[in-house]
């Protein structure tokens, strides 16, 4: 089967189409994904919150990675914002080592 979407069948309100298993959907289509803005914009928030945190605490940037099993780098990345490679899973996770608990609230609207 080639990369193509092959058109299935047509209903009034559903097209299906059948692409190979190991194709990259988005690709198929001619579509490009851009970065998820929503996540970045949770990670970036995450960290806000951590250098906060830090600030407070008066702690160095060695400092704060020995108390949150960090590299002293990664610490440095968190403290100016630049999260790209760092999970939101792994930020809430040094949240909660700083003793801040961390709640998700879904909202309609905004999926």
Known sequence: ???????????????????????????????????DDVTRRVRRRLAARVAAAVRERGWTQSEAAEH???HQPEVS???????????????????AKLGDRVDLLLDKALA
């Open 68 to 70: 949150l099993d960090l």
């Open 1 to 35: 089967m080639s990369d193509t979407p092959i058109l299935d069948e047509v209903d009034e309100a559903v097209v299906t189409f059948t692409v190979a298993a190991d194709a990259d959907v988005y690709e198929a289509f001619g579509l490009t994904v851009e970065p």
């Open 77 to 95: 990345r968190i403290l100016r914002g630049k999260v790209e490679k760092t999970s939101a899973d792994k930020l809430i996770v040094v949240l």
